[in-house]
């Protein structure tokens, strides 16, 4: 009789930003399916998702890789439902309306990499600051790069998993990478960046360091973090027109408010309209401009107004289901 070790992942009921929890379930004879993940309850008023005299929650299994770091592994995210199996009040998944899988997503994931010991990110000597931003972004060397080791080993953990891994690079301060997924549907793409995630902030436990989400962890004349939404539907795939990308972009700008409330918490600190970001009061778009709120990337005028568009607001720490929800509802209503 072979085991294998199933951890199963969900998104917790703090809030505005929700944490990863994991617990392993061990199955018998498991065929590697999604469809023989069997659903599994959690204590939900130890996550803020319950109360103790009603606390059973459960993990409905949605997605399923194989877990790179334990032999007969599998890593299962999960969506949280009630115990009537509606979706939970925290499952942002649910409200995703993609079903289709018509938009597609490419989620540029920024991070700073911190000391457990100096709470400080990589590069940053004590009581002090390294040297300006300017020679760290994409630099090669170990004056300048910080932290190399721990995210080639996580590149190679996500491919192995199985993740539609697109690339990395060192960002622009001191300590800070940034990793690229992609998936064809909105909910696919979501369930690929929590796994990235899960398998980066895993890794850190035997490095003494940890990961830093916030936008703007270093205050000052440093870059903050985000997450930037690569996105498309057909539509913008195969329309080949100006006209068309430019009533899409203006379908944005009567609901900056709705998209800034779930692109992140603390962004304001990082969408000031300096470091390579548009103001938080304000919104525009632009070809190849990377100050505007949306980017229409270079390549998609190239290819005749063919291609897709680059919201650049969304926080390192915000969730890409609420990302991709909020985005898909005003692309459609475009």
Not at 114 to 130: A, K, R, S
Not at 281 to 290: A, V
Request: charged share 25%; glycine share 10%; with cysteine.
């Amino acid at each position: 009789m072979s085991k294998s070790k199933l951890e199963y992942i969900w998104l917790d009921g703090y809030t505005p930003t929700a944490n990863m929890r994991s617990k392993t379930k061990v199955i018998n004879n498991f065929s590697g399916k999604i469809d023989d993940c069997p659903e599994w309850s959690f204590d939900g008023s130890s996550t803020k998702q319950a109360e103790g005299n009603s606390s059973d929650c459960i993990l409905k299994p949605v997605s399923i890789y194989p877990d790179p770091t334990r032999e007969s592994g599998y890593l299962v995210m999960t969506e949280v439902l009630n115990s009537d199996r509606t979706p939970h009040i925290s499952n942002s998944r649910s409200t995703i309306d993609d079903d289709d899988n018509d938009f597609w997503f490419g989620f540029e994931q920024e991070y700073f990499i911190m000391d457990n010991e100096t709470q400080l990110p990589l590069g940053f000597p004590v009581g002090g600051y390294p040297g300006p931003q300017g020679m760290y972004y994409c630099s090669v060397g170990g004056k300048n790069t910080h932290g190399r080791e721990l995210v080639e080993i996580h590149s190679d953990l996500c491919i192995d998993a199985g993740l539609n891994f697109e690339g990395i690079n060192q960002e622009v301060a001191s300590g800070q990478w940034e990793f690229q997924v992609f998936a064809k549907g909105a909910k696919n793409a979501g369930d690929e960046v929590w796994i990235a995630r899960y398998l980066l902030d895993r890794l850190t436990e035997d490095y003494g360091f940890y990961i830093e989400y916030h936008p703007k962890p270093i205050k000052g004349d440093w870059n903050g973090s985000g997450m930037h939404a690569n996105f498309s539907n057909n539509t913008l795939r195969t329309c080949g027109d100006k006209a068309t990308y430019e009533k899409i972009c203006e379908a944005f700008r009567p609901l900056t408010k709705e998209h800034i409330e779930v692109y992140g918490e603390f962004n304001d600190q990082r969408l000031t309209g300096l470091h390579e970001t548009q103001s938080i009061h304000e919104f525009s778009f632009g070809i190849s401009d990377r100050g505007a709120s949306i980017r229409i990337p270079i390549g998609t005028v190239e290819s005749g107004w063919k291609g897709w568009l680059e919201d650049r607001r969304p926080a390192s720490n915000a969730d890409p289901y609420k990302v991709a929800a909020r985005i898909v509802k005003t692309v459609k209503s475009a």
